[in-house]
């Protein structure tokens, strides 16, 4: 177990939805990253969060935000959902700041767009 | 943009045999990591190598690190079936932000 929480496991809607993914960071982690992975694009950095400000972004849609909260935990907002947007999203968390300390992964959620 | 490569995608080797997995990027960094996915589940962390030349071990896998190759490896001396999973490299190269750039991944299977 990372310690990382995410919440669902598994949704399923429709094209054009909007859904929240969410995200609780391991105890102490300062730092959220969200990723996407899929068969043809691998494993995707969309943004990083730190403390409660962005601190960097990947390739994140325009369709896409995100935010971290006071408490630190994180949600991804994914809105006007296309085909392409199936895939597991993977929240993980770090002491950040550069520490160098590895990215603690959560269980991912799977997001299926029919 | 970063592009870090890793071979083979696929491997299917016999328990007991020896292989290395290789990882090419191509941008300087001193901060690489490796992680294992099993099927349907989350990233774990393997290794976190940060300097020129660091080697790490834990059990049967081996990993190290050449900066100025841009390469990294990640050896398993006496593979056991246990270790099938799919392997990646992930390479932080902005400093203080800790974007990792992610590699392809080698899927590993261990016959026995």
């Known amino acids: 177990d990372s310690g990382v929480t995410q919440t669902p496991k598994h949704l399923i809607t429709a094209t054009g939805q909007r859904v929240t993914l969410r995200c609780s960071p391991r105890s102490g982690d300062l730092s959220v990253y969200w990723y996407q992975q899929s068969l043809d694009q691998g494993l995707q950095f969309l943004i990083q969060y730190y403390n409660g400000e962005e601190r960097a972004k990947g390739n994140i849609l325009e369709r896409f935000s995100a935010q971290q909260f006071p408490d630190l935990h994180s949600e991804l907002n994914l809105s006007s959902l296309e085909l392409g947007d199936s895939a597991l999203y993977f929240c993980?968390?770090?002491?950040?700041?550069?520490?160098?300390?590895?990215?603690?992964f959560g269980d991912g959620t799977r997001l299926s767009i029919l | 943009e970063l592009k870090v490569e890793q071979n083979p995608l696929f491997l299917s080797m016999q328990e007991g045999k020896n292989y290395t997995i290789y990882c090419n990027y191509s941008t300087t960094s001193d901060r690489l990591y490796w992680y294992r996915q099993d099927p349907g589940k989350s990233l774990e962390s393997l290794f976190v190598?940060?300097?020129?030349?660091a080697v790490k071990q834990e059990g049967r896998l081996m990993a190290s690190l050449d900066t100025k190759a841009r390469l990294s490896t990640l050896h398993i001396t006496a593979a056991v079936h246990d270790l099938s999973a799919t392997y990646f490299c992930a390479v932080d190269w902005d400093f203080g932000n800790e974007k990792l750039t992610f590699g392809t991944g080698t899927r590993l299977t261990i016959i026995p």
């Open positions: 190598l940060l300097s020129n030349g």
């Open positions: 993980a968390s770090s002491a950040g700041g550069g520490s160098n300390q590895p990215q603690h």
